[in-house]
């Protein structure tokens, strides 16, 4: 079975800018998490997909977007970029999405640099 | 702050060696997950201990849970410089994947 796949791997920005993040889950998976990782703030969670239904949402502002597609693949979009959106940008599917009893895996990332 | 924090923050040890490292949390835990991270890649989950264990065994990985403490510890056994990574301990709340609270990690290094 394919892993979960990140698109594109690298992306550098300028401030006002937006962006989409892609994320291909595991072939049924329909449960895709994103998260962002800083050095500052460690892993946090953006939100998570389940059925081309936002399901849960972490702490961020409106800039921070995203959809599912029928297929179960994801897109995140942030717009209006900031410095501090400077980041790892890290999916993660699931079968079910439930974290008491799924296990989450975890694509290789999307490495944003804002300038 | 509902994440677990990781000591220590940085491990240097030799090849061969066992390497622990220990995680401290708050809140009552549906269940504790260590995950690995090699540098600026995604996260590999390890093992996952119910919060009725007290330990779990995975090839050459140990990890115990101590409720009473609200603590995890992992040991690698006879380490490879292959397991250079960081290291993260999730902690779950609840059941939703917005219940998942990840650490803020031990660096291991494992020098040949």
């Known amino acids: 079975k394919a892993g979960v796949t990140q698109t594109p791997r690298y992306l550098i920005k300028t401030r006002g800018q937006q962006v989409t993040l892609s994320c291909s889950p595991i072939?049924?998976?329909?449960?895709v998490s994103w998260y962002q990782q800083t050095p500052g703030q460690g892993l946090q969670f953006l939100f998570e997909?389940?059925?081309?239904?936002?399901?849960n949402k972490g702490n961020f502002p409106g800039r921070f977007s995203g959809r599912q597609f029928s297929n179960s693949r994801s897109e995140m979009n942030v717009s209006t970029l900031e410095l501090g959106d400077s980041a790892l940008y890290l999916c993660?599917?699931?079968?079910?999405?439930?974290?008491?009893?799924?296990?989450?895996?975890f694509g290789p990332g999307t490495r944003l640099t804002v300038l | 702050s509902q994440q677990g924090e990781e000591d220590p923050q940085a491990l240097s040890i030799q090849e061969g060696e066992n390497a622990t490292m220990n995680c401290s949390y708050k809140?009552?835990?549906?269940?504790l997950q260590w995950y690995r991270q090699n540098s600026g890649r995604g996260l590999v989950h390890l093992i996952l201990?119910?919060?009725?264990?007290r330990e779990k065994h995975s090839g050459r990985l140990r990890v115990t849970l101590d409720t009473s403490k609200k603590s995890s510890s992992l040991l690698i056994t006879a380490s490879r410089a292959a397991d250079t990574a960081s290291y993260f301990c999730?902690?779950?709340?609840?059941?939703?994947?917005?219940?998942?609270?990840f650490g803020t990690g031990t660096r291991l290094t494992v020098i040949p």
């Open positions: 993660a599917s699931s079968a079910s999405g439930l974290a008491a009893t799924d296990t989450q895996y």
């Open positions: 072939s049924g998976h329909r449960s």
């Open positions: 997909y389940f059925s081309e239904t936002q399901r």
């Open positions: 809140t009552s835990i549906n269940n």
């Open positions: 201990i119910r919060s009725n264990e």
């Open positions: 999730a902690t779950v709340l609840g059941t939703g994947a917005n219940n998942l609270f």
